[in-house]
Nanobody
Framework: QVHLVESGGGLVQPGGSLRLSCAAS????????MGWYCQAPGKQREAVAG???????SYVDSVKGRFTISRDNAKNTVYLQMNSLKPEDTATYYC?????????????????WGQGTQVTVSS
């Protein structure tokens, strides 16, 4: 019921910046938590940053002070500003949205994943 479209990945040199975006569309009653995950080759997907409906944020230790997550509720969009990028940040980044929609039997919770966007940090 909810479709996520990610954008903003690419190739950047160490120390550079990227801004990821993830826009949600579909039968949305409300959006609760939104977050970003990353998955490097041969590794499990792991949480990078999250933001609640109230705007509270959380980050994995490795990105604190370098990444900033934000959201635009009017646009159902979550962003990840990535600064001071390091080669170890190289991964596919996925957004995740937890939402409520009007189901057959009333309001129902759901979660969706974006298609993933590649971030490569290399000189």
């Amino acid at each position: 019921q909810v479709h996520l479209v990610e954008s903003g990945g690419g190739l950047v040199q160490p120390g550079g910046s990227l801004r990821l975006s993830c826009a949600a569309s579909g039968s949305i009653f409300s959006i609760n938590a939104m977050g970003w995950y990353c998955q490097a080759p041969g590794k499990q997907r792991e949480a990078v940053a999250g933001i609640t409906s109230g705007g509270s944020t959380s980050y994995v230790d490795s990105v604190k002070g370098r990444f900033t997550i934000s959201r635009d509720n009017a646009k159902n969009t979550v962003y990840l500003q990535m600064n001071s990028l390091k080669p170890e940040d190289t991964a596919t980044y996925y957004c995740n949205v937890r939402f409520v929609y009007r189901g057959t039997y009333g309001l129902t919770s759901g979660t969706s994943w974006g298609q993933g966007t590649q971030v490569t940090v290399s000189s």
